[in-house]
């Protein structure tokens, strides 16, 4: 039976990136900050009904209500007024951050078409991954008759790692299935 990902964190991560990186106190180790989702809502914004379906399939993703992100400023070239609602974002912290990722591993991304692994070049320099997704029915929460349009979306994996090196060691270690660095 597989563990979660916090008790997996504590009793076999911890130890490892101690032994590997030579850490003199525990609370050096790289650990899991803050998991964000995000979506932008493109051409749907002008639709409530749209806008609506998007917010409750993030809500179904990731048991959390997301928020409305709003234009700061208007854009005519873009069709985008002051105020807009251009996307929606959902920040997961704690259990709900635990139990994303245990699911996004185990279940989601092994649902993906000739998955072979995610890249290893997405970190961002600052021990921080991002993936992106292209559409929603990866997600078994997702039916296939209720999706009017595919729309994918964003997924930041924020580390207190100082390096990416660090941040691969302990996304690697936590059964992230990241392909080996070229």
């Known amino acids: 039976m597989k563990k979660d990902i916090k008790k997996l964190y504590k009793e076999?991560?911890?130890?490892?990136?101690i032994k590997d990186y030579g850490y003199k106190n525990v609370e050096l180790v790289?650990?899991?900050l803050k998991?964000?989702?995000?979506?932008?809502?493109?051409?749907?914004?002008?639709n409530s009904k749209e806008l609506?379906?998007?917010?409750?399939?993030?809500?179904?993703?990731?048991?959390?209500?997301p928020t409305i992100n709003e234009a700061r400023k208007s854009i005519a070239g873009?069709?985008?007024?002051?105020?807009?609602?251009?996307?929606?974002s959902v920040t997961l912290r704690k259990e709900r951050m635990y139990s994303f990722l245990e699911r996004l591993i185990h279940i989601t991304l092994p649902r993906i078409r000739d998955?072979?692994?995610?890249?290893?070049?997405?970190f961002d320099g600052r021990g921080n991954y991002n993936l992106g997704l292209k559409d929603q029915l990866i997600f078994p929460e997702i039916s296939y008759d209720d999706v009017n349009q595919l729309q994918g979306f964003d997924i930041s994996?924020?580390?207190?790692?100082?390096?990416?090196?660090?941040a691969y060691s302990l996304l690697k270690y936590?059964?992230?299935?990241?392909?080996e660095k070229s």
């Open 12 to 17: 076999q991560v911890i130890p490892s990136l």
């Open 30 to 32: 790289p650990k899991l």
């Open 35 to 46: 998991i964000s989702v995000n979506r932008g809502l493109g051409e749907e914004s002008r």
């Open 52 to 65: 609506d379906i998007n917010l409750k399939e993030l809500a179904a993703i990731t048991g959390q209500q």
């Open 78 to 88: 873009f069709k985008i007024r002051d105020g807009m609602p251009i996307g929606a």
């Open 115 to 122: 998955f072979r692994g995610v890249s290893a070049e997405c």
């Open 157 to 166: 994996i924020v580390t207190s790692a100082k390096t990416d090196e660090e």
């Open 174 to 179: 936590l059964g992230m299935p990241l392909q």
